[in-house]
């Protein structure tokens, strides 16, 4: 009954253009322990990625590795990434007898929600990738999630993969039961004066951290320029040259996390070539630094979401020169209190300005940006008609949107009505 009234709620849901979460919540109301139900028979067992940042495309990555060593593998493509999303996703995968005919699940988990998945099913492996301040008025402070995601892992059954270089997950290493493999993902040393940008300083504890000495099992970043790098697992064992499709520093280190739990997960049957084909063949997700062909010209669109996430954003992406529309909205995907803007600086916009702000919050980005004399040229509060006049009046102008969550949605869904782009979800079966 549940699966039935599930299918019913996705095409009714997927008729009015409605959200990815929706069919999920009728089934939770019909049967609490639905997922425990679909879940129980996966040989390859359940793997959680969760962090602040780079969930949905680190769980793209993951997937893709997998499924190119022949693994058939069920994930929650949507990034919708609450347990209801997760239900939501499974539905179009379910027979009616409720059945999930996969070899495992990767699925990316909010923080929070990811405790929730493990009190109704235990994950056999946990990817943790990072912590940092977002949607203060869910998470509170950052140690409060650093504690939710200890108490992930002290569920896990299998095997725990965390962070070398965050201290706030490699900590997590002394909560991890005994009987489950820990391993790590991180940077060459070589590298490592450029994490500020990435992560939240560690500012909890009196003591000096030293993190472990990586191991031949643990995954670290070793760029070779801007663009190509490779994983290095010991001396003499690495994955790539690669390029990937999304640019930055962040990209590359989603991809080493991707990577090292492929290996954890794959053990003796991972093949080095084999992930490397697979990661340079992976598209950015949704709104991750997307490019979309508009009108001949590329349309950029990227999530920001917390300083951490906006500076690194304007670090990858904000020193070429296009045109700029930033949209933020403070709904409760993206976090009610906007304060986390004046954590950012907006110098590298000075030069061209912006265009455009819009959303709930278009004149508090107007003010922000003010601030650090960022000219706007126009505020316009409606995101469709903001959008409307960006693609007017710069048609033939190369073009950015800097965008939380919900405002990232909504103008996706309508950048795919004009341009016959792929809905959300599609993209994991192209």
Same mark, same amino acid.
Request: glycine fraction near 8%.
């Given at each position: 009954?549940?699966?039935?009234?599930?299918?019913?709620?996705?095409?009714?849901?997927?008729?009015?253009?409605?959200?990815?979460?929706?069919?999920?919540?009728?089934?939770?109301?019909?049967?609490?322990?639905?997922?425990?139900?679909?879940?129980?028979?996966?040989?390859?067992?359940?793997?959680?990625?969760?962090?602040?940042?780079?969930?949905?495309?680190?769980?793209?990555?993951?997937?893709?590795?997998?499924?190119?060593?022949?693994?058939?593998?069920?994930?929650?493509?949507?990034?919708?990434?609450?347990?209801? #999303?997760?239900?939501?996703?499974?539905?179009?995968?379910?027979?009616?007898?409720?059945?999930?005919?996969?070899?495992?699940?990767?699925?990316?988990?909010?923080?929070?929600?990811?405790?929730?998945?493990?009190?109704?099913?235990?994950?056999?492996?946990?990817?943790?990738?990072?912590?940092?301040?977002?949607?203060?008025?869910?998470?509170?402070?950052?140690?409060?999630?650093?504690?939710?995601?200890?108490?992930?892992?002290?569920?896990?059954?299998?095997?725990?993969?965390?962070?070398?270089?965050?201290?706030?997950?490699?900590?997590?290493?002394?909560?991890?039961?005994?009987?489950?493999?820990?391993?790590?993902?991180?940077?060459?040393?070589?590298?490592?004066?450029?994490?500020?940008?990435?992560?939240?300083?560690?500012?909890?504890?009196?003591?000096?951290?030293?993190?472990?000495?990586?191991?031949?099992?643990?995954?670290?970043?070793?760029?070779?320029?801007?663009?190509?790098?490779?994983?290095?697992?010991?001396?003499?064992?690495?994955?790539?040259?690669?390029?990937?499709?999304?640019?930055?520093?962040?990209?590359?280190?989603?991809?080493?996390?991707?990577?090292?739990?492929?290996?954890?997960?794959?053990?003796?049957?991972?093949?080095?070539?084999?992930?490397?084909?697979?990661?340079?063949?992976?598209?950015?997700?949704?709104?991750?630094?997307?490019?979309?062909?508009?009108?001949?010209?590329?349309?950029?669109?990227?999530?920001?979401?917390?300083?951490?996430?906006?500076?690194?954003?304007?670090?990858?992406?904000?020193?070429?020169?296009?045109?700029?529309?930033?949209?933020?909205?403070?709904?409760?995907?993206?976090?009610?209190?906007?304060?986390?803007?004046?954590?950012?600086?907006?110098?590298?916009?000075?030069?061209?300005?912006?265009?455009?702000?819009?959303?709930?919050?278009?004149?508090?980005?107007?003010?922000?940006?003010?601030?650090?004399?960022?000219?706007?040229?126009?505020?316009?509060?409606?995101?469709?008609?903001?959008?409307?006049?960006?693609?007017?009046?710069?048609?033939?102008?190369?073009?950015?949107?800097?965008?939380?969550?919900?405002?990232?949605?909504?103008?996706?869904?309508?950048?795919?009505?004009?341009? #016959?782009?792929?809905?959300?979800?599609?993209?994991?079966?192209?």
């Amino acid at each position: 009954m549940a699966v039935a009234a599930g299918k019913m709620a996705r095409v009714a849901s997927r008729m009015r253009g409605g959200g990815s979460a929706m069919p999920g919540l009728v089934v939770e109301k019909l049967d609490p322990r639905f997922l425990s139900h679909a879940l129980a028979d996966l040989a390859g067992g359940v793997v959680v990625v969760t962090g602040t940042n780079g969930k949905t495309t680190t769980t793209k990555m993951l997937v893709a590795i997998l499924r190119e060593h022949g693994l058939t593998v069920f994930t929650n493509p949507t990034g919708s990434n609450f347990t209801r #999303g997760v239900i939501s996703a499974m539905l179009s995968e379910l027979s009616l007898s409720g059945r999930l005919k996969a070899d495992l699940a990767v699925l990316e988990l909010d923080e929070a929600h990811a405790l929730k998945f493990a009190a109704e099913v235990r994950p056999t492996h946990s990817l943790l990738l990072n912590v940092a301040r977002d949607q203060l008025d869910r998470f509170a402070e950052i140690d409060h999630t650093a504690r939710l995601l200890g108490e992930l892992a002290a569920q896990t059954t299998t095997g725990v993969v965390l962070n070398l270089n965050d201290s706030f997950v490699s900590r997590i290493a002394g909560r991890v039961p005994d009987g489950v493999l820990v391993t790590y993902f991180g940077v060459d040393p070589s590298i490592a004066d450029r994490l500020p940008e990435l992560q939240e300083a560690d500012v909890r504890f009196e003591d000096d951290f030293t993190p472990p000495e990586p191991t031949d099992a643990d995954g670290l970043l070793k760029p070779h320029d801007e663009r190509s790098f490779e994983v290095r697992f010991g001396a003499a064992d690495q994955v790539g040259p690669m390029v990937l499709n999304q640019r930055g520093l962040a990209a590359m280190i989603n991809a080493t996390a991707a990577t090292s739990t492929a290996r954890a997960l794959l053990g003796s049957e991972f093949r080095n070539a084999t992930a490397v084909a697979a990661l340079e063949r992976v598209q950015p997700p949704f709104g991750r630094g997307e490019i979309i062909n508009a009108d001949g010209q590329p349309l950029e669109l990227v999530l920001v979401k917390n300083p951490a996430g906006f500076t690194v954003a304007l670090s990858t992406y904000g020193n070429t020169p296009v045109t700029t529309m930033v949209a933020i909205n403070d709904d409760y995907a993206d976090g009610r209190d906007v304060s986390w803007l004046y954590d950012v600086s907006f110098e590298s916009l000075q030069g061209r300005g912006v265009a455009l702000t819009s959303g709930v919050r278009a004149y508090d980005m107007a003010l922000r940006l003010q601030y650090d004399d960022v000219a706007v040229a126009q505020v316009e509060p409606d995101l469709e008609a903001a959008l409307e006049r960006f693609l007017a009046t710069y048609k033939n102008e190369p073009k950015r949107i800097f965008c939380t969550y919900t405002a990232m949605m909504a103008l996706r869904r309508n950048l795919a009505g004009r341009y #016959g782009l792929p809905n959300f979800g599609e993209e994991a079966r192209l």
